[in-house]
């Protein structure tokens, strides 16, 4: 049976063209993962890191066809994992939660194997966190001035944990110590988790982390946050000031998002863009940002990567004065 073809009429033009514009994204793009996507998190669980990786993944599960793993590959900071992303095939199938302590603080402190400014393809940026100086509840500092005036008096007695040597908490100490001309005593450990148990044992004085890593500690009366290293409050701590309300401007966020191997190709990227961009509209990635605390600050891969840039140069002038 002879068929006869639709002629194509202005009409028939614009209904495919409107169909075309109704396509999803990555539809257009013509990449569509056949494989599971790992995300590869350089902190222990339990820590920011590794919630947003766990909870990203599960509200792309309506999203993406295949499924989204989460992987932690603890230690230096988050350089571990990093390096394992930077040397990944760019395919698509390994990303890192990155923008933290691995992009833009621990390169300053030892060598890396990967550029962070260069061996990452930035897909998507998800949140951001001020640092935060929490002590026990019980302890004998009542404020963020009386714990700089006994660190001033006795150099290196008051302790502090952070995530790690290098991390951006370990800078904001140090920036912190610069400006405030005093001394105080490092331990680090392998992730928010760790750092927070050491606080509540009493095996440091003090703790560096995000407030979505200690808000269930805050809330349950456990730990006392003293201070905010950012330029504003957060609503979630009305009462707790920023450092440069006490008198010591030193503001420094703790990004997250998702990156790839440098070379990810423009169609994978939009593709992992759109998939999760759509994950932080699901009800279930808003739940969780409810209740969690966290302060979610989107930004598509280019934005993401000036940002992580200038935190990069900030920290490394700041670091070396």
Known sequence: MK?????????????????TLAAPTWAQAGWEPTQPITILVGFAPGGSADQIARQLSFAAKSIISVPVLVVNKVGAAGAI???????????????????????????????????????????????????????????????????????????????????????????????????????LLHVPYKGAAD???ALLGGQVDSAFGAYEEMKAMIDAGKVRPLAL??????????????MTEIGVPVALDNMKGLMGPAGLPAPVQRYLH????????????????????????????????????????????????
């Open 195 to 197: 750092s927070m148990t």
């Open 81 to 183: 994992a990093a390096q394992a992303t930077a040397e990944a095939k760019p395919d698509g199938y390994t990303l890192f939660v990155g923008g933290g302590s691995e992009s833009t603080s621990v390169g300053h402190f030892k060598p890396l194997p990967y550029d962070p400014r260069k061996s990452f393809t930035p897909v998507i940026k998800v949140s951001r966190a001020p640092s935060i100086l929490a002590v026990r509840a019980d302890s004998k500092f009542a404020d963020m001035k009386a714990l700089l005036a006994e660190a001033k008096q006795a150099p290196e007695k008051v302790s502090y944990g952070s995530t790690g040597e290098g991390g951006i908490f370990h800078a904001t100490a140090l920036v912190l110590e610069k400006q405030s001309g005093i001394k």
């Open 274 to 321: 759109d998939a999760f961009r759509k994950a932080m509209q699901t009800d279930a990635w808003k739940d969780y940002v409810a209740k969690s605390g966290l302060t979610q600050d989107y930004a598509e891969g280019p934005a993401f990567q000036k940002e992580v840039s200038e935190a990069y140069d900030l920290i490394g002038k700041a670091i070396a004065k």
């Open 229 to 242: 290293f950012s330029r504003s409050r957060l609503p979630g701590l009305p009462n707790v000031p920023t």
């Open 3 to 19: 068929t006869t073809p639709h002629p194509l009429t202005r009409r028939r033009f614009g209904a495919l063209g409107l169909a």
